[in-house]
């Protein structure tokens, strides 16, 4: 198991090679947006031999590197960040664009470095690359660019600002590189986040039973998976036609047969025994509650070292009004019984709200191991099934007999 490493890219001038010429920008700016203001986010690209040599002249203002790049050297050599350059030089400046990194001394550690060969407009290529590469940090002088970058990509951008530019607003703005690389260098040190971990969560009910506990978790899954984590689910076969093995939107699914079935909790003794080997493969072991083997697989969890979460759906509340009310409140108690010691040992617990953790039978006890887990749940847009629509109005019916209800809503209302 290793840390994540951040992937971070810098522009070159203005950023890695000191330019004094880029406190003309902001006039310049402000030029264009007076008497072309169509065009402020359109760079200028030239064409002629004459345009080329004045940019030539240009690039001539990068006249020293920057303080800040020996630090990301260091960065990239003790493996905390992934060292990308992006400029926007276009191609007939290649040749100063290799030489300037040849005086760095950064190619041992480079992962990779791009000029301009197509002579893109510069905001676009960058977009373009920043993209492609999945930047975790960007670092850029150009306002313009800043700005475009950050509302078309998911990368944090940080701006080097001159002094002119002092009064800009912008969350993430540094006067100098060494500002901006201390930044970068204490969320490379303090990202707790780890690759290749892998995770079992263990529930009653996956796929392709839906109810909104398993969207959640199924929601929960895939996070984890986007984070970088490998993930298992360990859960109960309550169909005998499903696959004990079997694989859903890439994750690995492990059912285990059922042993009787209890209201609608089918309990698996089975799980208890296929456990240990799957705890084997695993750093850390997630359990949705309600469970029926909640208590078991928790101590099972801890005696093998693994780090143990415990994802709460909700307490056990059955009815008051109907069926064996003895029965009922014996249920409830068994499940604070193995659900409250569980969470008492458990390294999380995890909720909605922290609200409802408070308010809740068995999550009261272990507060301040909460962390709250909203899923970003996705509607389906899609009208009902008609089979769904014929039960639903079948309910509304059911529900809503009374003669005044019918006067006033035809059976309709619920």
């Not at 799980?271 to 695993?282: C, D, G, K």
Request: charged fraction near 25%; glycine fraction near 4%.
């Amino acid at each position: 198991m290793r840390k994540k490493v951040l992937r971070v890219g810098f522009d070159l001038d203005g950023v890695l090679v000191y330019n004094p010429a880029r406190i003309a920008r902001l006039p310049i700016t402000l030029i264009k947006k007076i008497f072309l203001p169509s065009r402020q986010k359109t760079f200028f690209i030239p064409t002629t031999d004459f345009q080329k040599s004045i940019f030539r002249l240009f690039h001539l203002s990068s006249i020293f590197v920057a303080p800040g790049v020996s630090t990301i050297k260091e960065l990239a050599r003790n493996n905390d960040i992934e060292l990308y350059i992006i400029t926007a030089r276009f191609d007939f400046l290649k040749d100063d664009f290799y030489a300037w990194l040849k005086r760095m001394g950064i190619r041992p550690v480079l992962k990779r470095a791009f000029y301009n060969k197509d002579n893109q407009q510069p905001h676009i290529y960058k977009e373009h690359l920043v993209k492609k590469l999945e930047l975790d940090y960007f670092v850029e002088d150009n306002y313009d660019i800043v700005e475009h970058l950050s509302k078309t990509t998911k990368t944090t951008v940080l701006w080097i600002y001159n002094i002119l530019e002092t009064g800009k607003a912008y969350p993430h703005k540094f006067p100098s590189l060494l500002k901006a690389v201390s930044y970068i260098r204490g969320k490379a040190h303090s990202k707790t986040v780890h690759t290749n971990s892998e995770i079992l969560l263990c529930t009653e009910f996956a796929p392709p039973h839906w109810t909104g506990i398993v969207k959640s978790y199924m929601t929960l899954a895939a996070d984890l998976r986007k984070m970088g984590h490998s993930v298992k689910i360990l859960t109960t076969r309550y169909d005998s036609h499903l696959k004990r093995q079997d694989i859903y939107e890439g994750i690995p699914i492990q059912r285990e047969d059922p042993l009787f079935r209890l209201s609608r909790t089918y309990y698996s003794i089975q799980t208890l025994f296929a456990a240990p080997r799957l705890f084997e493969q695993v750093d850390t072991v997630s359990i949705t509650t309600p469970h029926s083997n909640i208590l078991p697989l928790s101590l099972l969890a801890k005696i093998m070292g693994k780090k143990l979460h415990i994802y709460h759906q909700g307490d056990l509340t059955l009815p008051r009004k109907t069926g064996s009310q003895l029965m009922h409140r014996l249920l409830e108690l068994v499940f604070e019984l193995m659900t409250i010691p569980a969470m008492q040992i458990a390294d999380v617990v995890s909720t909605y709200t922290r609200d409802y953790a408070t308010h809740s039978r068995v999550m009261r006890h272990t507060l301040y191991k909460f962390r709250p887990y909203i899923p970003k749940l996705v509607l389906n847009t899609h009208p009902p099934q008609k089979v769904f629509k014929q039960k639903i109005d079948a309910i509304k019916k059911n529900f809503c007999s009374c003669r005044l209800c019918r006067k006033v809503c035809g059976g309709e209302r619920i």
